[in-house]
């Protein structure tokens, strides 16, 4: 019964976690907490566990041409989960400079524009 109670508040705390993450991609918390956020969730993956985040945001945006892209402040700019529904998971993806500089993420583009808008109204 004992380990039982462990794993359910394991579980529990499991789901709050998920939760916070996929606010933070949301933009639901102001940038720096969602950057810490998503920071913490990269390195959490064993091929990331090194990464350095000071800087990241600065170096990497000087490789895209595309306005949204090139003055973001926010990883969730470049990088997004794709929910799998069928394991309860994400896939991690990234806007890469390419593709974006190709124009392939027009319409996310426009979103974020018109938000910015919206939010400076």
């Known amino acids: 019964m004992k380990w039982f109670c462990v794993l359910v508040l394991l579980g529990m705390g499991a789901g709050c976690y ?22 913490e969730y990269c390195r959490s993956c064993h091929i990331h566990r090194d990464f350095n985040p000071a800087g990241h945001v600065e170096e990497k945006s000087m490789l895209y041409k595309r306005k949204v892209f090139r003055y973001a402040t926010e990883c969730r700019t470049c990088h997004y989960l794709e929910k799998q529904f069928s394991l309860n998971d994400f896939t991690r993806k990234t806007r890469r400079p390419v593709e974006a500089n190709q ?18 109204n």
């Open 18 to 39: 998920t939760q916070k993450i996929e606010k933070a991609f949301d933009g639901d918390f102001v940038a720096a907490d969602s950057n810490k956020i998503i920071n």
């Open 103 to 120: 124009g392939k993420y027009r319409e996310f583009e426009l979103d974020v524009l018109r938000a910015q808008r919206e939010k400076g």
